[in-house]
């Protein structure tokens, strides 16, 4: 049994992140942010750090403990000032952070690409908006179309529901979100889940994200914390 | 919605508004809802009917709000409101999300609409000026469901315009809209124009034509807008 991707706390297993490292980080309103692993990573000596993740954070917690601690140099994501992601909108005011917003599909699509191996791809969402803006745009099919490149990271930091211990993931409800894709898109995931069971328990079929996806897997510290949505 | 009087007091509330638009979906059609309005539609569709509200946060049937301390935190619309699931709900990541969305697997997006032109773009996502509003999942939807039924005030609070020629604000997808449920009017977007199906009760096809950029269409007097009291 392979089990050296279990870690034994959110801090070792963010301990190697580096300065201005790019990081997918998974969740979608309050469900499925790993929010131990960005505790940790708040405490954490890496800064400059590239963050692509679905909003510019909600209330105190999830991204906004590292806009906080001023660890983000810059932003990527679909949706900036929602009321709640006060914390990223002061920094951005203040010229202190960057934003880059994209359509939310558009996203998940160009993670999924650096995955998957994709060098580009034609997509109809965004034409005639601001998000076409300098990028190559055609015809095909008789449909207009924009051209996007793939969104890899450096880390992935995901949250899933249960990890066997050789990186198998399962994720629950509305909770997998971004993270299944971002999993498949840096050299290095990082995966707070909050049971680790032995390999086998999750049946092949039942399995979401392969282990080959994993890289370290660690149980939340605390289980109950929680992003305001 | 506006400062005139008249139209103020024979315009839809926005429950009405949803019941409109409710009725005017198609059964068994796969409906994204957006937010705002759009959310208080659900209400007003009968189970029976097959209609499957889907998510682009990754679920397939979602059902009713939760009892009071029955939400589960891992069950939330794109709203981020908790949400139950119905039988036979699915539920998924962000890429089969919006592969279902630009695949052209959803009938219909209903969105609140800022702006929307003659041709049927839509702006929704943002005013200008710095630091406000957010794409999110709008340009993906607008430019991926098969059809885009538009909900909005007719006019602004100050009484301008919102049904123009050409958007001022940023767009979200241009030539989309197919429908366009407002406060006073249901309008149908045609290869030849903008084309006024409904009227709000009380008012007349120029009252509506006063308080719009482009010239509507019509063939004879347009249908009076269903209110809550019509059964």
Known sequence: MTS?????????????????????????GGAGIPENLLVAMADHPARDLTVVTNHAGFGERGLAVLLRQGKVKKIICSYAFHRSAFVFRELYLEGKIELEQLPQGTMAERIRAAGAGISAFYTPTGVGTQAAEGKETRTINGRDVVLEHPLPGDVAVIKAHRADAMGNLTYRGTAANFNPVMATAAPLTIVEVEEIVAPGVIAPESVHTPSIYVQRVVRGEDLDLRSET | MTSDPKLESCALKPADIARRVAAELPDGAVVNLGIGIPTLVGNYVDAGRGVMFMAENGIIGAGPKPEPGEEDKDYINASREPITTLP?????????????????????????????????????????????GGIGGAMDLAAGAREVYAIMT????????????????????????????????FIEFTPDGP??????????????????????????????????ETP
């Open chain 1, 4 to 28: 050296d991707k279990v870690y034994p706390s959110s801090r070792a297993a963010v301990a190697d992140i580096p300065d201005g490292a790019t990081i997918l980080l998974g969740g979608f």
């Open chain 2, 88 to 132: 036979g709900a699915s539920v998924f990541g962000h890429a089969d999300a919006f592969a279902m969305i630009r695949g052209g697997h959803i009938d219909i997006a209903v969105m609140g609409a800022l702006q929307v032109s003659a041709q049927g773009d839509l702006a929704n996502w943002t005013v200008p000026g710095v630091g406000k």
């Open chain 2, 154 to 185: 007719h006019t602004m609070k100050d009484g301008g315009l919102k049904l123009l020629e050409e958007c001022t604000y940023p767009l979200t997808a241009r030539r989309v809209v197919t429908k366009l449920f407002t406060d006073i009017a």
């Open chain 2, 195 to 228: 084309f006024l199906r409904e009227v709000a009760e009380g008012l007349t096809i120029e009252d509506v034509q006063a308080v719009s950029e482009p010239a509507l269409l019509t063939n004879g007097p347009p249908g009076a807008l269903m209110r809550e």
